[in-house]
């Protein structure tokens, strides 16, 4: 079935450094992908998403581009602030069949000052 | 737009007692999504609607489970015969129509079954 693997947290970083946070997918068509992000106490929230092969989907300073070839859509920051601390998750939705999201496990991160 | 809303925010219940939650979706949102998310995991996928249809379960969903949608509008999920197992986050997500890849969350429902 489609899943998403995404990269083990936590993840601890210091203020301004760069965040890469992996993320692949097995998929039997052609999905959208999505970054949310969960920010404590919050409910989860669209960060960003692509809909096709190279499509690069940005928002806030994160970026992510679609890698067909490598079914991977990795997040990534230049430089990450103690605000962006929160929990992420990599997700697909199947354009053929128009339902439900299916998430990964999440990754979490700390950024300290 | 004034989001997604969930009713009640936590309940506490006792193993074998029933349980009602509420979905206020954001407004003219045909897709209305139930998910479930326990401790350090992703939100799982119970059931969605399109208007008043409930198009699709997920074998997550028992049959001590029921989701309605009767006017097209608001959302009610009921859990019969509670078990400790049942205990997680269950949250609510609207969509404008089935192509929309947007979906919006609602702060949760968070169900503790002592």
């Known amino acids: 079935g489609n899943s998403v693997t995404q990269m083990e947290g936590p993840v601890t970083l210091s203020e301004e450094a760069f965040l890469t946070i992996n993320c692949t997918y097995t998929?039997?068509?052609?999905?959208?992908l999505f970054w949310y992000v969960q920010y404590p106490g919050e409910g989860l929230q669209l960060l960003l998403k692509a809909t096709k092969a190279d499509d690069k989907g940005s928002n806030k300073g994160f970026e992510a581009t679609y890698r067909k070839e490598t079914t991977s859509f990795h997040l990534e920051k230049g430089s990450v602030q103690v605000s962006d601390s929160a929990v992420y998750f990599c997700a697909l939705r199947m354009k053929t069949s128009y339902d439900k999201v299916i998430f990964g496990p999440g990754t979490s991160l700390s950024v300290i000052p | 737009d004034t989001g997604v809303s969930q009713n009640p925010r936590h309940k506490i219940t006792k193993r074998g007692q029933n349980v009602t939650f509420r979905c206020d979706p954001i407004s003219e949102h045909n897709r209305l999504y139930w998910y479930r998310q326990t401790l350090g995991q992703g939100p799982e996928f119970l059931t969605y609607f399109q208007n008043e249809a409930q198009l699709e379960k997920s074998r997550l969903l028992s049959d001590r489970f029921s989701a309605e949608r009767p006017k097209g509008s608001f959302s009610t999920l009921e859990i019969q015969r509670t078990e400790q197992g049942d205990s997680a986050m269950y949250l609510c997500?609207?969509?404008?129509?089935?192509?929309?890849?947007?979906?919006?969350f609602g702060p949760g429902t968070r169900l503790t079954v002592l």
């Open positions: 997500a609207s969509s404008l129509d089935f192509a929309a890849d947007t979906q919006y």
């Open positions: 998929a039997t068509g052609y999905p959208s």
